[in-house]
């Protein structure tokens, strides 16, 4: 059972798709991602790239972000996303992208995102292209986070970010970077 931990909609379950398509963050992985950036959410604007669910970005969201874009590239997910943006109350501040991760980052030029979050599926290997591809479109603000969770021992190095911290949770790895200004 997913649910959000804390916040304006502390407490509220989310739906999640059946089968084997998505793996949802688990919610010790949940918790420690959310209590390594607890100062970093007020007033943020959030995109994920993977939202599956959209669980990480409606935290954020419970937690006082301002608003966020969920990508996924399903269009059941993208159903699942939306209801529970509507099931937590926090739909308007809420925009669904149906897209690959590619084509969603190609329309959001221009934007600029203070925390992202990117859990790829771990057996695509599309973390480093994704964080990368976000870096080429400078979508990342200029006090930006960006955090990847994967199955990678080593963390991914980017020219233009500082890795903050670097965890294992049982079989995933977390990695916060900071950009480098």
């Known amino acids: 059972m997913m649910r959000i931990i804390t ?12 089968g084997l398509s998505t793996r949802p963050t688990t ?42 874009v969920l990508v996924d590239s399903s269009k059941d997910a993208a159903e699942i996303i939306r209801k529970n943006a509507v099931k937590t109350k926090l739909f308007s501040n809420v925009k669904v992208i149906v897209s690959d991760y ?29 964080v990368e591809r976000v870096l080429i479109a400078e979508l990342l603000s200029d006090i930006g986070i960006i ?22 949770y049982g079989k995933t790895y977390i990695t916060i970077y900071d950009k480098i200004n």
């Not at 203070?114 to 290997?125: E, G, N, R, S």
Request: glycine fraction near 8%; hydrophobic fraction near 40%; include cysteine.
């Open 7 to 18: 916040g304006k909609a502390r407490g509220v379950k989310l739906n999640t798709l059946g």
């Open 27 to 68: 919610e010790k992985v949940k918790e420690a991602v959310f209590s390594m950036i607890q100062f970093d959410i007020e007033g943020r604007r959030v995109l994920d790239l993977f939202a599956g669910s959209g669980q990480m970005a409606l935290e954020a969201l419970s937690r006082g972000a301002k608003n966020a």
């Open 102 to 130: 590619k084509s969603a980052i190609l329309k959001l030029k221009g934007e600029k995102f203070d925390l992202v979050f990117c859990d790829a599926p771990y057996a695509a290997k599309l973390t480093s292209d994704a």
């Open 147 to 168: 955090i990847t969770e994967c199955d990678e021992k080593e963390p991914y190095e980017f020219s233009s970010l500082n890795i903050r911290k670097h965890s294992k």
